[in-house]
């Protein structure tokens, strides 16, 4: 079924996970497991890494009955990887040098269609003279890559073909630092992650990852994004809204597989009250009756 394929789950180590998030791993690994593939974890530490947030985000992970295959790959150990990507990227002359701040890039007219903080393209026409101004002042560059397509197609299957735009996105940041955009798309290939499984907060950015898949000669996954969770407000939910974490809500006195059944619950997995097994949500799975709208998470 999965040709030899793999889902992954990929947190920033950046805070405890909430039930949204556990929500979306739980949805990562039903998808990867109900087709026969791999499921892989790789923890995105290349910032906002808060120190023992992983180990509690693997631990939760692990508690509420999740499991993955091989080690957990760092990001913070494939910074090569990275730059032999943009390096190809560089030698095929896609990339420039890019030094404006964020709020020279905010105040620029963006494009009309444009993904959120698209880039105007400032420096992407310089001219030699122009960019050795600018290397002199000191500023260190961000590289962008110079985009040739404006949108790109992907198929998702809670979406459909779904087609986006492309913009110059950030490659490497002006600190050094490998992109998001960039590392996400060698590390999938790397680890044949052929199914990206995530929050549908990030459907807007798959075009532009999968054209730089292309670009760099990967193949480009299948997605499926999926409907986040919502406070009372209907916003993101977030670590204010109360007990939210897995921690929280065995404060509360459910435990880790109470826990899974209001998730599957949500997901139209379970009854209100039951506590299936990892492998009973996996026979009940099935990706075409899943809700298409957020979770509304309301205290209980
Ligand atoms: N590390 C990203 C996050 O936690 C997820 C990236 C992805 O799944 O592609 O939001």
Redesign the pocket.
């Known amino acids: 079924m999965g040709d030899g394929g793999a889902g992954r789950?990929?947190?920033?180590p950046s805070g405890d996970l909430h039930l949204g998030n556990l929500r979306t791993a739980l949805l990562a690994w039903l998808f990867a497991r109900s087709t026969g593939r791999r499921f892989l974890m790789r923890v995105?530490d290349l910032d906002r890494v808060r120190p023992g947030a992983e180990e509690r985000q693997l631990a939760d992970l692990a508690a509420i009955g999740l499991d993955w295959d091989g080690e957990v790959v760092h990001q913070s150990r494939r910074l090569e990887h990275y730059a032999d990507a943009l390096g190809a990227l560089v030698a095929a002359d896609l990339t420039y040098e890019c030094f404006c701040t964020r709020r020279e890039i905010q105040q620029a007219a963006t494009a009309p269609h444009g993904p959120d903080g698209h880039y105007p393209g400032t420096c992407r026409e310089l001219t030699p003279v122009q960019r050795q101004a600018k290397r002199d002042s000191g500023r260190p560059p961000a590289i962008r890559l110079r985009a040739e397509v404006a949108g790109f197609t992907v198929d998702d299957v809670l979406h459909g073909r779904y087609t986006g735009p492309v913009d110059d996105v950030v490659l490497r940041r002006g600190d050094g630092v490998p992109a998001?955009n960039l590392a996400?798309v060698v590390d999938d290939a790397a680890q044949g992650v052929d199914q990206?499984v995530?929050?549908d907060d990030?459907l807007g950015s798959a075009p532009r990852q999968a054209y730089l898949a292309t670009l760099l000669g990967l193949t480009v996954p299948v997605y499926a994004h999926v409907p986040l969770a919502l406070n009372a407000e209907g916003k993101r939910l977030a670590k204010r809204d109360g007990a939210v974490t897995l921690a929280d809500q065995i404060g509360l006195g459910l435990d880790p597989d109470a826990v899974r059944g209001i998730l599957a619950h949500s997901l139209g997995l379970a009854e209100p009250g039951e506590r299936p097994s990892t492998s009973a949500l996996v026979e009940r799975f099935d990706p075409g009756s899943l809700p298409r709208t957020p979770w509304m998470f309301t205290q209980r």
Do not use: T
Not at 9 to 12: D, E, H, V, Y
């Open positions: 789950f990929a947190p920033s995105e998001y996400v990206v995530r929050g990030l």
